[in-house]
């Protein structure tokens, strides 16, 4: 009885760890297919609100009640003067919702101001091969800054945090690093004037310049959808798990 009980107890040991390990695996896998209904039902609402009909700037009154769940990508058009002051670079290897744009570069960030004086920070587009030349994006974004209002049309964006990472700005250069149009607000002076900064900024759709730099665009989504490969991975691995006990356990049977 010793002997057997001596045997039972591995037994019943590497049972329990494979039980363990097949509905970890199983949970990833389940967890994996949950993810992958998010991300679809996030792609169709992103794709929705990019291709809706433009809709009028929200009211600086309705700004605090903005946020990037419910306001992100919507597609916006106003009127706005473009103002004459100094513009912000921020570096780009490329663009995740951009077909058109491939790096090195920048993306031009000019502010706007609307008929209440408030200020609405425009991306207005890309121009390449400038996060060492000042001069370039300074006289492409010269051409944008004529004292007249202008008809925009665009995407609603909320800015971004410097990762660890992530390279500090150089306010000299006036180049960042990271889509922060507040941080640049604040070290350019674009709310000295005591008016309002919206806390959100708008990626220009149109219009293009006549030569075409800055370069503004229509954006679209392209975010990676991995997820039923990783859930088919995870479901394997719980059946290798099981195929494992079970011939581990013939194994002993045996002996």
Known sequence: MTGLSSRRRPVVGFAVFTLLMVVAFAGLGIWQLQRRVEKHALIAMLNERLA???????????????????????RVSFTATYAPLPDAMVYSAGSAVRNDVSGPGTWAFLPARLADGSTIVVN??????????????????????????????????????????????????????TRDHLAMARALGWGEDGKAVAPFYVDLEQPVPENGIPKPGPLSVHLKDDHLQYAITWFTLAFAVVIAFRVWWRAQRRA
């Open 52 to 74: 809706a009909t433009p809709g009028m700037l929200p009211a600086q009154s309705q700004w605090h009640s903005l946020t990037p769940a419910k306001d992100e990508f919507r």
């Open 124 to 177: 207005t587009g890309f121009v390449q091969n400038t996060m060492q030349d000042r001069a370039q994006q300074d006289r492409a974004v010269r051409r944008l800054i004529t004292g007249d209002p202008v008809q925009l049309t665009g995407y609603i964006r909320f800015p971004e945090s410097a990762g660890t990472l992530t390279p500090p700005e150089s306010v000299a250069k006036r180049l960042w690093f």
